[in-house]
């Protein structure tokens, strides 16, 4: 099992190496000599990502013996409670009661000690993910989302208690819906 975080360290190291050229658009290696790598090559790394998420994703599912079905976009959902009324759109604002946490089980944030999330549906300012599960709940509503990190908080984290290419586990509740 060890080939796995080394092959995660040479994909980091290549992203690195990849992003973090200071010379406009172009690559350099550590000489300075101009490195051209393709967009394919590119593509086929966020693949080999991407798939490795799903994976652990899909582990932690059967592992905990969870009822989840997944997206097109890499979103795993549970809706224990779709709610009343008409479903969630974008334009409205929504007031949830919420969990985050990592998929050790690591609590990051809660409601409970931060407030309730309220936000314009449709407008960003939360993950993606967030905004793709909401959709599928009403006022009332209660669900168990699991985020890969690209529709989460992507490769560098929320720089406090979400670490870089998290997958992160969200439990919400709709306290409110309201038009904006």
């Given at each position: 099992?060890?080939?796995?975080?080394?092959l995660s360290?040479?994909?980091?190291?290549?992203f690195l190496?990849?992003?973090?050229?200071?010379?406009?658009?172009?690559?350099?290696?550590?000489?300075?000599?101009?490195?051209?790598?393709?967009?394919?090559?590119?593509?086929?790394?966020?693949?080999?990502?991407?798939?490795?998420?799903?994976?652990?994703?899909?582990?932690?599912?059967?592992?905990?013996?969870?009822?989840?079905?997944?997206?097109?976009?890499?979103?795993?959902?549970?809706?224990?409670?779709?709610?009343?009324?008409?479903?969630?759109?974008?334009?409205?604002?929504?007031?949830?009661?919420?969990?985050?946490?990592?998929?050790?089980?690591?609590?990051?944030?809660?409601?409970?000690?931060?407030?309730?999330?309220?936000?314009?549906?449709?407008?960003?300012?939360?993950?993606?993910?967030?905004?793709?599960?909401?959709?599928?709940?009403?006022?009332?509503?209660?669900?168990?989302?699991?985020?890969?990190?690209?529709?989460?908080?992507?490769?560098?984290?929320?720089?406090?208690?979400?670490?870089?290419?998290?997958?992160?586990?969200?439990?919400?509740?709709?306290?409110?819906?309201?038009?904006?």
């Open positions: 099992m060890r080939a796995v975080p080394a360290k040479v994909i980091l190291s290549f190496v990849s992003f973090c050229s200071c010379s406009g658009s172009q690559n350099r290696d550590e000489r300075g000599n101009s490195v051209n790598i393709p967009l394919e090559t590119y593509i086929k790394v966020n693949r080999k990502l991407v798939e490795k998420e799903q994976e652990k994703i899909k582990q932690y599912v059967e592992d905990n013996q969870l009822d989840m079905h997944a997206t097109g976009t890499g979103l795993w959902y549970r809706i224990d409670e779709p709610g009343t009324g008409d479903f969630i759109q974008k334009g409205q604002i929504v007031t949830l009661d919420y969990k985050i946490k990592l998929l050790d089980g690591t609590l990051c944030y809660d409601s409970e000690e931060l407030g309730p999330k309220e936000f314009l549906v449709g407008r960003g300012g939360v993950e993606s993910g967030l905004e793709e599960g909401i959709l599928m709940l009403k006022n009332g509503g209660r669900a168990l989302f699991i985020m890969p990190p690209h529709l989460a908080h992507g490769l560098i984290g929320d720089d406090e208690k979400i670490p870089s290419r998290a997958i992160i586990i969200y439990e919400v509740e709709v306290v409110d819906v309201k038009f904006h």
